[in-house]
């Protein structure tokens, strides 16, 4: 006697909103070219990836991005403009959270530290004494 395998529905994901939940490293990009820009259409975007797949391919992964709800278009004569669906302060902050847990470990000291030991771009004084503020800021908070 043969028993068939049962297949069980997926188990429903938390409902987080889509920006806060982990974007993969093509969405993170797409992300990281809409903010700057307001919107672009898929040939804009297509134009600003690293390694850039097709242009079917490009406009495939708009498609399943904005059924994750991470963008939104609209249409632009026959073309569509796509724009970032989260806020910009909750899209870098799921870019830094990626970026932190990715290269840094979730050491948020070893990430400031690459930020103050970098050579190329220094920080000026002004900006030195508006981080010094926020960690004091920080500290009286008890983050």
Known sequence: MMLKKQHMPPRPKKSAPAWEQRLSRRERQVIEILL????????DIRERLPSAPGYSAVRALLSVMEKKGLLTHEEEGPRYLYRAAMPGDEARQSILRRLLDTLFRGSREELVAALLNEDERQLDPAELDRLSRMIAEAKKKGR
């Open 36 to 43: 700057p820009l307001g919107g672009a259409t898929a040939a």
